[in-house]
């Protein structure tokens, strides 16, 4: 009886679930053969010693790196920066040529190598290893270079920044700490909880106190679920699918004023800030929301039974922080919280584009 038949060995679903909890970095592994340029997305690479300078990669032999490699005996492994989750998700997909999309350059071995990249290695390959599904290249470093950005890190199913987002200038840790995933366990929320998302939403301010805002939620399982998920995008529906709730951020596009109604110039503005309430109170209580401009906004309208003077701003996916490789390819390498544009962008004195 060989190793793998040992009825002793763990579970391996437990096992994914314990390995996951082992931070790792991101590295792209890059061939070529004949001219043409491979790569594959790792985590599995790990330094064998200093003396001399080896590391070991390990690759699955349904892989299409894994036949060049075992052939020509070379790679190079590319530690990914912290801002290059997209490369990461490039090249996790099938696409045939993701270098088109990828500045690189041509490295001592061949081989290419990804510009802008935390660290890479160039080796050579002296020993290989399979074990179950996967194969062990075990190679001296011939070359490679470090910069100074951090790396990119991949732990419980998410990548990460060992850099944490920061501010220009001091703001309350619930601004920072706020952002909009789309992988989302199978946790459900009961209506207590979702009941007090609302209540800080309802607090809002809005234009003469007019509260145009409606949040119309359907939990998942309900009647209602499947309908409110058929008027998202394909693609939001690929990932919406696992949140606990979904909700119309609605509101009445008139209001009254000394007895008369007429149209409200606000009332998007002001659900604008009753979603942002929501939102903060959601994270703040460790649940986790995703806004969406991506649906059918006359097939939910009728879906929802909705009066021709309200109008739909907004739907929102909601649920507990889940595993990204639940998400399609495309979509795992931006799961992870964005920066954004300076003040100096945005902010102006007097004029539009003034200091």
Known sequence: MNGYEDPALMNGEIFKSLMRNIASSV???????????????????????????????????????????????QFTVNILAEDQHEISGLFASKQDNPFSAVEHRIGLNGNPIVVGAAAHLECSTYYELDVGTHTVFVGHVTSGDVSTVPPLVYHEGQYKSLSPRKPEREVAPMFIDRWSPRAFSPSEIDDETLMSLFEAARWAPSSMNAQPWRFIYVRRGQAKWQAFLNTLSNTNRSWSIHAAALIAFVSKKTLQFDGKEFPSPTHSFDTGAAWMSFALQANLSDWYTHGMAGFNAEKLAHELEL??????????????????????????AREIPS?????????FNGTFGAA
């Open 27 to 73: 590295a792209v592994i890059t061939t070529s053969n004949e001219g043409r340029l491979h790569g594959m997305t790792a985590t599995a690479v790990c330094s064998v010693s200093a003396d001399p300078a080896t590391i070991l990669i390990v690759v699955n032999r349904s892989t299409r790196s894994h036949p060049i490699i075992s052939s020509t005996k």
């Open 339 to 347: 920066e954004r544009k300076a003040l100096s962008e945005l902010v």
């Open 307 to 332: 009066p021709d003077d309200f109008a739909i701003n907004a739907v929102a996916a909601i649920g507990r922080l889940g595993d990204s490789s639940s998400l399609p390819d495309h979509l795992k």
